[in-house]
């Protein structure tokens, strides 16, 4: 499986972008990268996901480097919601996501 | 809207006494996982049922059992509960398996052994 590194929390102001990096050098070619993100007391939530290109939704942007050995979050206007551990996953074959560590993202008003 | 339910939110039980854990879904999805939350950790993967095959982890105890009797519900057991259970459970579903699958998480039951 592979092994992803993030930082263990980081903090943001309000209304300003958020870059959250993920390091995934032991990808496999055909692994996407997933985004979850966990509210206190809540279930994880899907944010994004994607395999070679940048990716974009409402929620959030994804950025995946060229080689596929790291990838960055983007919010764009971090907001007081957007408090919470961030989780970068990597998605293997038919195997279930596998949960790191995360990053806890505090955002400061 | 509510798509994946879990029940009760909060769970009390008495250490050794057996208890189970409800979790039902309306996206009649084929997948459904059992993830175990302690403090201030990631959720792990207990096991998942694809439709009806039952796919346990290999470091899951003994002590945890699961049952899906049909698509929308399945149902974690846990037969002689420790101290060491008392965590957040939650359940998830996907359509399917596979790397562009997104999973849908449930609330989460906290489970407290006294």
């Known amino acids: 499986d592979a092994k992803t590194t993030q930082p263990n929390s980081m903090e943001s102001n309000e209304e300003e972008p958020v870059h959250l990096p993920c390091n995934h050098s032991?990808?496999?070619?055909?692994?996407?990268i997933h985004w979850y993100l966990q509210l206190p007391s809540q279930g994880p939530e899907y944010v994004i996901h994607?395999?070679?290109s940048n990716v974009n939704n409402r929620m959030a942007s994804l950025a995946i480097a060229e080689d596929r050995k790291s990838s960055t979050l983007i919010l764009h206007r971090a907001t007081l919601r957007d408090a919470a551990v961030y989780y970068c996953?990597?998605?293997?074959?038919?195997?279930?996501?596998?949960f790191g560590k995360g990053t806890r993202l505090s955002v400061i008003a | 809207d509510a798509m994946v339910i879990q029940n009760p939110r909060y769970q009390v039980t008495q250490f050794g006494k057996p208890v189970t854990l409800s979790c039902s879904q309306t996206?009649?999805?084929?997948?459904m996982y059992w993830y175990q939350q302690k403090s201030s950790q990631a959720p792990k993967l207990l096991f998942h049922?694809?439709?009806?095959?039952?796919?346990n982890e290999a470091d899951t105890p003994d002590n945890f059992q699961s049952r899906r009797p049909n698509t929308s519900f399945c149902f974690l057991d846990i037969r002689s509960p420790g101290l060491g259970d008392a965590a957040m459970y939650l359940c998830?579903?996907?359509?399917?398996?596979?790397?562009?699958?997104?999973?849908?998480f449930g609330s989460g039951t906290q489970l407290s052994v006294l």
């Open positions: 998830a579903t996907s359509r399917d398996r596979g790397v562009n699958e997104k999973l849908f």
């Open positions: 032991t990808i496999s070619g055909t692994d996407y």
């Open positions: 994607g395999l070679t």
């Open positions: 996953i990597p998605a293997s074959g038919n195997t279930p996501l596998v």
């Open positions: 996206l009649n999805h084929n997948v």
């Open positions: 049922y694809y439709d009806k095959d039952f796919n």
